[in-house]
């Protein structure tokens, strides 16, 4: 699965009971409350707002929303060749478990070479007898072969690297392995012509995005919104009330957030063959009807309820760890 949206689903979400028609629904203050068009005008800025300069610089704004706060960043989506990624030593660093790997991994990566030289020089200047000399030759034959096949590997490897860079991927609004997110719009605004260090600054767009950004532009569409917070009391509610639109969009911003903050932990949990990625596939399946909803349903009722729970509380949990709020 890739990183953009796949597939677009329609799932009716519940909402609230709404007062009968007959009585009038009353505020805090003045009596009745406005009417459901004032509700709808505020609907308004997102549906309408100017997306021409999202598209011309190729950055969206997205909002997420997590168990602590709801908040604005910035995604593109860039050739992996052209992008560094985020630096997270001193992310890991504050994490004394992660700190204590690295350093182990560092000793097991050393290796020492005793080199006896005399010995060396002494089997050289002996002299050989046929019997060596071939099997000498034998194995630079060998061993000339064995280059062969190395280069030949070492070539194939160039040419999945080569594809591996040309194939886009996510980059946030992130600093040094933080998901920088905001509170509204103006806070966010400020940060983006602060000039402040982030890893989208590296994209050729940013200078132009700086001068050119308003808080009014700061409205996510609705596949650019995700309701992270939801996900773990969705999945603890049972199968027959599991909203696939939700799960869908969660699965692929954890995607792309494990992906861009270097969090191989949630990669895993989310890779093909995993038992959220088994989940997501049924979820995508039923969405898009016909004989494979019927299937994608078989195997939902397959997948367990508090597994998957446990899975995304974990998932949610690491992501919100690497959050930097700034307001």
């Given at each position: 699965m890739g990183n953009p949206k796949h597939t677009e689903v329609s799932v009716a979400r519940q909402s609230p009971q709404r007062p009968d028609a007959d009585e009038p629904e009353l505020d805090d203050t003045t009596g009745p409350a406005e009417s459901d068009e004032a509700d709808e005008a505020d609907d308004t800025p997102r549906a309408s707002a100017d997306r021409s300069l999202w598209d011309e610089l190729r950055i969206d704004p997205v909002e997420i929303a997590l168990p602590a706060g709801t908040g604005f960043t910035l995604r593109a989506y860039r050739p992996a060749g052209s992008l560094t990624p985020t630096d997270v030593t001193e992310r890991d660093q504050d994490d004394p478990f992660l700190a204590r790997r690295q350093v182990i991994e560092e000793e097991d990566d050393e290796t020492v070479v005793i080199l006896d030289e005399e010995l060396a020089e002494e089997f050289a200047d002996s002299d050989e007898d046929e019997p060596s000399r071939r099997r000498r030759d034998s194995a630079t034959d060998a061993d000339a072969t064995?280059?062969?096949?190395?280069?030949?590997?070492?070539?194939?490897?160039?040419?999945?690297?080569?594809?591996?860079?040309?194939?886009?991927?996510?980059?946030?609004?992130?600093?040094?392995?933080?998901?920088?997110?905001?509170?509204?719009?103006?806070?966010?605004v400020s940060f983006i012509r602060s000039g402040a260090p982030n890893d989208l600054s590296q994209l050729d767009s940013w200078n132009e995005l700086s001068e050119r950004v308003e808080p009014a532009d700061i409205a996510p569409l609705d596949e650019d919104t995700y309701e992270l917070d939801l996900v773990v009391e969705n999945l603890r509610g049972g199968h027959d009330s599991w909203d696939s639109t939700l799960l869908i969009e969660a699965g692929e911003v954890a995607r792309d957030l494990s992906y861009a903050l270097r969090l191989p932990a949630v990669l895993d949990m989310l890779s093909a063959g995993s038992s959220l990625d088994d989940l997501d596939e049924a979820l995508r399946a039923t969405a898009n009807g016909g004989i494979g909803a019927f299937m994608g349903r078989r195997r939902l009722k397959k997948i367990g309820a508090q597994t998957a729970s446990l899975g995304w509380r974990t998932i949610v949990g690491k992501i919100s760890a690497v959050v930097d709020w700034r307001d």
């Amino acid at each position: 699965m890739g990183n953009p949206k796949h597939t677009e689903v329609s799932v009716a979400r519940q909402s609230p009971q709404r007062p009968d028609a007959d009585e009038p629904e009353l505020d805090d203050t003045t009596g009745p409350a406005e009417s459901d068009e004032a509700d709808e005008a505020d609907d308004t800025p997102r549906a309408s707002a100017d997306r021409s300069l999202w598209d011309e610089l190729r950055i969206d704004p997205v909002e997420i929303a997590l168990p602590a706060g709801t908040g604005f960043t910035l995604r593109a989506y860039r050739p992996a060749g052209s992008l560094t990624p985020t630096d997270v030593t001193e992310r890991d660093q504050d994490d004394p478990f992660l700190a204590r790997r690295q350093v182990i991994e560092e000793e097991d990566d050393e290796t020492v070479v005793i080199l006896d030289e005399e010995l060396a020089e002494e089997f050289a200047d002996s002299d050989e007898d046929e019997p060596s000399r071939r099997r000498r030759d034998s194995a630079t034959d060998a061993d000339a072969t064995a280059e062969d096949d190395e280069t030949e590997a070492e070539a194939e490897a160039e040419d999945v690297a080569d594809e591996a860079d040309d194939e886009e991927v996510p980059v946030f609004l992130s600093h040094r392995g933080k998901l920088l997110l905001f509170k509204t719009p103006e806070s966010l605004v400020s940060f983006i012509r602060s000039g402040a260090p982030n890893d989208l600054s590296q994209l050729d767009s940013w200078n132009e995005l700086s001068e050119r950004v308003e808080p009014a532009d700061i409205a996510p569409l609705d596949e650019d919104t995700y309701e992270l917070d939801l996900v773990v009391e969705n999945l603890r509610g049972g199968h027959d009330s599991w909203d696939s639109t939700l799960l869908i969009e969660a699965g692929e911003v954890a995607r792309d957030l494990s992906y861009a903050l270097r969090l191989p932990a949630v990669l895993d949990m989310l890779s093909a063959g995993s038992s959220l990625d088994d989940l997501d596939e049924a979820l995508r399946a039923t969405a898009n009807g016909g004989i494979g909803a019927f299937m994608g349903r078989r195997r939902l009722k397959k997948i367990g309820a508090q597994t998957a729970s446990l899975g995304w509380r974990t998932i949610v949990g690491k992501i919100s760890a690497v959050v930097d709020w700034r307001d």
